[in-house]
């Protein structure tokens, strides 16, 4: 059987996967990428980011007009995902730099050779995993079949009537609200103190109390026992408490695709988190890296693609370099979003570090006041000396918002810097700049500071 050989192998073709092939193609290595799936762009293209988002503005819609958006919903959100795969360049930016697509399931037959299902064989000589994650679902509480992940809950013919959804992260919060404002009845089920716990305390806390007055039916502390199926739908119970659902959705995390890969033969080693690396992602083999969701840690598609450039440059050229991931930004996009930047200010007290919290509320802002969307607040973490150590923000396009921070973050600016840059009136970027004014008012309180306004005042 004929053997192809390449300088490099990319397995998967979601977010990290075309990323780094667009990256080893540019470079002139010989790539090859193996996606398993008949169609490339990966878990956020077709059953993550594009379609929750797409579910969350019909929702949002809705929500204002106080409207219904009709039963076929959810084929609308099919319709826009399948629009977005199609105006993506992906293939052909791969095509255009010598990228050879295989679609089929690689098995390793050592650390150098794949097998495709239908026979075929690759070398080569570097390998880069991108093999990304899915849902994971616990066994105790799990059935074989009948229940929903953020996987195929957009293949449901019409919007369900009611729907149990297990787990407060960023997934079951925004597919609650979502769903609850399409007109399903939700009830959402977390087994901690506040929905999204690796966020901002205060910020989370505030974001669960305001989904809880918009009608959500939210239990906080409840710790799952039995889930079972009948003639009237799903059942939950939880101590004394039951709880029945035309629909279960299970939003409890997400485990790395390593299933039927062989990663053995490899030499490659992995734990239920994912695949082992050090901090230049090299995995135990030394010719194999990984980046992405299969590596554990934040599964987000905009850290999916700071590995896999990492991955591509370590694994291509002599002199490794670790991932700089720039403060680990995310957002979550429920109404209002909540975006996360850096340390939260639990973390800062853990830490013993002196610092200060500025914050500016999104009801004081001209834009956000016309807009409608005063609820919420930015909320910044600094050193004594205005040291950007955090940022969260809860409020309209937060996640838009935070990308101001993260720049200057990464610049190592100070607060200050912020609030001398002009910002466009009326914006809610406005509100970006007036968080900084508490800043100012301290610094001018402080001795030194008064001692140089006295000697430079004329």
């Given at each position: 059987m004929a053997i192809t050989k390449y300088d490099l192998a990319i397995i998967g073709g979601g977010a990290a996967g075309l990323v780094a092939g667009v990256a080893a193609g540019a470079v002139g290595a010989r790539t090859v990428m193996i996606e398993k799936e008949e169609r490339l762009g990966g878990e956020c293209s077709w059953t993550g980011c594009v379609p929750s988002k797409a579910l969350i503005h019909q929702a949002s819609l809705a929500s204002k007009c106080g409207c219904n958006q009709g039963e076929n919903i959810l084929g609308i959100v099919r319709d826009i995902t399948l629009k977005a795969s199609k105006a993506s360049k992906a293939k052909a930016i791969?095509?255009?730099?010598?990228?050879?697509?295989?679609?089929?399931?690689?098995?390793?037959?050592?650390?150098?050779?794949?097998?495709?299902?239908?026979g075929k064989i690759i070398e080569a000589r570097k390998i880069i995993l991108c093999t990304g994650s899915s849902a994971r679902?616990?066994?105790?509480?799990?059935?074989?079949?009948?229940?929903?992940?953020?996987?195929?809950?957009?293949?449901?013919p019409d919007l369900p009537e009611s729907m149990l959804i297990i787990g407060g992260g960023p997934i079951g919060t925004e597919l609650a609200q979502a769903f609850f404002r399409l007109g399903t009845r939700v009830t959402l089920l977390q087994s901690r103190d506040r929905l999204l716990p690796r966020d901002d305390d205060e910020l989370s806390h505030e974001l669960t109390e305001l989904l809880i007055n918009e009608g959500i039916h939210i239990r906080l502390n409840t710790r799952i026992d039995t889930v079972e199926k009948n003639d009237r739908g799903w059942l939950v119970k939880a101590g004394e408490e039951e709880f029945l659902g035309q629909h279960l959705l299970?939003?409890?995390?997400?485990?790395?695709?390593?299933?039927?890969?062989?990663?053995?033969?490899?030499?490659?080693?992995?734990?239920?988190?994912?695949?082992?690396?050090?901090?230049?992602?090299?995995?135990?083999?030394?010719?194999?890296?990984?980046?992405?969701?299969?590596?554990?840690?934040?599964?987000?598609?905009h850290i999916a693609e700071i590995e896999a450039k990492a991955a591509v440059r370590n694994a291509l050229f002599p002199f490794n370099s670790k991932v700089d991931y720039q403060g680990s930004p995310w957002a979550t996009f429920t109404?209002?979003?909540?975006?996360?930047?850096?340390?939260?200010?639990?973390?800062?007290?853990?830490?013993?570090?002196?610092?200060?919290?500025?914050?500016?509320?999104?009801?004081?802002?001209?834009?956000?006041?016309?807009?409608?969307?005063?609820?919420?607040?930015?909320?910044?973490?600094?050193?004594?000396?205005?040291?950007?150590?955090?940022?969260?923000?809860?409020?309209?396009?937060?996640?838009?918002?935070?990308?101001?921070?993260?720049?200057?973050?990464?610049?190592?600016?100070?607060?200050?810097?912020?609030?001398?840059?002009?910002?466009?009136?009326?914006?809610?970027?406005?509100?970006?700049?007036?968080?900084?004014?508490?800043?100012?008012?301290?610094?001018?309180?402080?001795?030194?500071?008064?001692?140089?306004?006295?000697?430079?005042?004329?």
């Open positions: 791969l095509d255009r730099y010598g990228v050879e697509i295989y679609h089929g399931k690689p098995k390793f037959k050592d650390n150098h050779s794949l097998v495709i299902d239908d679902v616990p066994g105790p509480l799990g059935l074989e079949k009948g229940y929903l992940t953020n996987h195929d809950v957009w293949d449901l299970y939003a409890l995390g997400r485990k790395a695709n390593t299933e039927g890969l062989n990663l053995e033969a490899a030499g490659v080693e992995y734990s239920e988190e994912g695949i082992i690396v050090n901090r230049h992602l090299r995995t135990t083999a030394r010719n194999i890296w990984a980046a992405g969701d299969c590596i554990g840690g934040l599964r987000f598609s109404d209002p979003e909540l975006a996360h930047l850096g340390l939260t200010e639990g973390e800062c007290r853990a830490a013993n570090y002196h610092y200060k919290v500025y914050s500016q509320a999104f009801a004081g802002d001209d834009r956000a006041i016309t807009d409608g969307e005063t609820k919420g607040r930015i909320k910044v973490i600094v050193s004594p000396y205005g040291k950007i150590l955090g940022v969260h923000i809860l409020g309209p396009r937060a996640g838009e918002l935070i990308n101001e921070f993260i720049l200057a973050r990464r610049k190592g600016l100070r607060l200050h810097e912020i609030g001398l840059t002009v910002h466009v009136y009326p914006t809610l970027g406005m509100a970006v700049q007036r968080v900084t004014d508490d800043w100012f008012s301290d610094m001018a309180e402080k001795p030194f500071f008064k001692a140089l306004i006295r000697i430079a005042r004329r």
